[in-house]
């Protein structure tokens, strides 16, 4: 621990209209008790600080010098331009022990997300910004300890690093012999990509703080227990007997298959395989490691969610080691090869998603194409007929929207498409689906909706499209309009059931709104209507659209 007078004993990083808030913030929360001088905190050269308690950033573009003398720091996240100038600042001042004062839980989750990525373990903690003064002056407490013995933890699991591990193993060899069965034990999630790809990578990094919970809830296994890597935990176990080591590690499996994990509406449920072996006198670290993981790929490649230990194929290599070289060989090689078909098996569902999505959807607008319109209003037309449900349709056609390209270019007129496919989605409602079914004509499907009902929504996206801003290429905006036609299976005959017809209804109405002045709704009830559209003048050589 710094001696009270260390300069380098506590420095803060902050913003300079918060530093002496988080400042009260922590003396309120009872600082005196850490052994640090209060006096010298935050005490750095050209600090740019009147009464050496903080040290402020000075400018946006400055960033804080790296804590190369060790020490406590209290950073806050928003100091920081981003969250990757913060991760790279922390592994810079790795021999410092860093408390990140955070903003909310997404700032936080966003920063251990990134620190579970790093090679070189770094004692952080985080905290609120608004539980500093509750919480900030016991957790430097805790950080103090940590950084000055081995139990450095993953911020992530909570569980200690590899090096501790290995640490815990080379103390117990130098030890000479001990009563009872030790074994050194590696854990590695079955299928974890799988819920990475299925569910994100928030919901991975919850999947792991719960099964190292399961870990940490075993007496016997909390205290030697590390992550040793991505999906991988593992660590020395002493119990009475072998046949004790082998029952605790087969309940841990069946504790981490019981356990729940939920992320959003989702419930996720994993399984681990073990791989263990046990120590005797005469071995070396490296064989410990060597024999634990042959047992896991063991496990592994006989189904998962299972114990293995190495003895029975260790024995075997006194006699034969050959063939149990090749034996963990082709274990290695089974598991790697349900990987990758694992693996492949994910890219090519997702390839096949976007394939069946790019089929469907227009590709300027995001709507539903031609080729996907044609399809499902079939199947909605019987559906109708089957169950006696009503259907309406609205179609629209942008008023004159040749002279937006004519006026303004060709990438003004994919702009105009798409704010006015986003206008039409965003004022339909739940039920119903939007479709582009020509060049600047589009489709509003309303299953289950009366005539009147229909019109009402045609009118919303008619009165919401005449209001809005639309932007053109190279900025600034302007100013556009449709002719909605509404027709639903009530103005069909019993005889002209079907898409053509239903269209041809909408068609005939937009034409009329057209023919009445434009920026209207027609439907079977009449017409509703913004403020008249004048008519464009023809010019030489230009055809009207």
């Known amino acids: 621990m710094p001696a009270p007078n260390d300069p380098g004993a506590l420095r803060l990083y902050a913003k300079p209209d918060d530093v002496t808030r988080l400042m009260e913030s922590l ?59 913060l991760v790279d600042w922390i592994v810079a001042s790795a021999r410092a022990g860093i408390l990140v004062a955070v903003p909310d839980a997404a700032a936080e989750s966003e920063l251990l997300a990134r620190l579970a990525t790093l090679r070189e373990p770094c004692v952080v903690d985080t905290c609120r910004e608004a539980d500093l003064a509750s919480q900030g002056p016991s957790r430097l407490a805790l950080l103090a300890r940590r950084r000055h013995g081995p139990d450095s933890r993953d911020p992530l699991t909570g569980l200690r690093f590899r090096a501790a591990m290995r640490g815990d193993l080379e103390a117990w060899f130098a030890s000479g012999a001990r009563e009872g069965a030790a074994a050194v034990w590696m854990l590695d999630l079955d299928h974890f990509k799988r819920i990475n790809d299925t569910f994100g990578h928030a919901a991975g990094d919850e999947t792991l703080r719960v099964v190292a919970g399961v870990v940490a809830g075993f007496p016997e296994l909390a205290e030697g227990a590390s992550r040793i890597g991505g999906e991988e935990f593992g660590g020395l176990l002493s119990a009475p007997s072998r046949e004790s080591v082998v029952a605790l590690l087969a309940e841990l499996g069946r504790e981490i298959r019981e356990a729940s994990i939920h992320h959003g509406d989702a419930t996720i449920h994993v399984t681990a395989s073990v791989g263990f072996a046990f120590l005797s006198q005469g071995m070396t670290v490296e064989d410990a490691y060597r024999r634990a993981d042959m047992a896991l790929y063991m496990a592994k490649s006989r189904g998962r969610d299972r114990q293995v230990c190495d003895d029975l194929a260790w024995d075997a290599a006194e006699s034969d080691p050959t063939r149990v070289a090749l034996e963990h060989f082709e274990n290695v090689t089974k598991v790697w090869t349900d990987r990758m078909s694992e693996l492949i098996r994910s890219v090519g569902r997702r390839a096949m998603e976007e394939t069946r999505k790019s089929a469907e959807r227009d590709g300027l607008t995001g709507l539903y194409n031609r080729s996907y319109w044609d399809r499902r209003i079939a199947r909605e037309l019987a559906n109708a007929a089957k169950s006696g449900q009503p259907l309406s349709i609205a179609m629209f056609d942008i008023d004159d929207f040749h002279w937006v390209n004519v006026d303004f270019g060709y990438p003004t007129g994919d702009l105009a498409l798409k704010a006015v496919a986003e206008l039409a989605q965003n004022h339909s409602r739940l039920t119903d689906w939007v479709a582009r079914y020509g060049g600047e004509e589009f489709m509003i499907v309303m299953p289950g909706t009366q005539a009147n009902d229909a019109a009402l929504v045609a009118e919303r996206f008619r009165a919401a499209l005449e209001a809005a801003e639309v932007p053109k290429y190279g900025g600034g905006t302007m100013k556009l309009t449709a002719s909605v036609g509404v027709a639903s299976l009530a103005d069909l005959a019993p005889a002209a059931f079907d898409p053509v017809s239903l269209v041809q209804a909408a068609s005939d109405r937009v034409m009329a709104a057209k023919a009445a002045g434009k920026n209207r709704v027609a439907g079977a009830a009449g017409m509703s209507s913004g403020a008249a559209i004048a008519p464009k003048p023809e010019r030489p050589g230009k055809k009207r659209g």
């Open 27 to 85: 003396r309120s929360g009872g600082l005196e008790p850490l052994p640090v001088d209060l006096d010298a905190i935050g005490r750095e050269t050209g600090a740019g600080t009147t009464d050496g308690r903080a040290l402020a950033r000075t400018g946006s573009g400055a960033s804080p010098p790296a804590a190369a003398s060790g020490g406590l720091r209290v950073a806050q996240y928003g100091a920081f331009d981003g969250i990757r100038e």
